[in-house]
């Protein structure tokens, strides 16, 4: 998928706030606010289950990976989410 075009498509989920589970988020992390090298994409089925969570690293800035963006958005919608929320700008790793 167009790195363009996933990133649009993930925007745009993440626009229409929580509408029921199953939930998707996101967080990006980075050595610096202006990198983000790690994405963890979370998962929660229902409320109150445990949430599974999967990590991707690049060496590069994650949100501008074609094939990072094309996996999430793949795995939304694998998972049927009803909700994506997403962290706004990257936390530092420490």
Known sequence: ???DK????IE???KKGFKGYPLVSLAYFGETKDTATEVVVTFTLEEGAEPQ????VSKSDA?????IQSVLV???ERTNA????QVDG???IK
């Open 1 to 3: 998928m167009n790195l």
């Open 6 to 9: 996933a990133k649009k498509r």
């Open 90 to 92: 990257v936390s530092i």
């Open 53 to 56: 969570a999967q990590k991707f």
């Open 82 to 85: 009803s909700s994506v929320a």
């Open 12 to 14: 745009k989920l993440v």
């Open 74 to 76: 793949k795995t939304i």
């Open 63 to 67: 949100r501008e990976d074609e094939t």
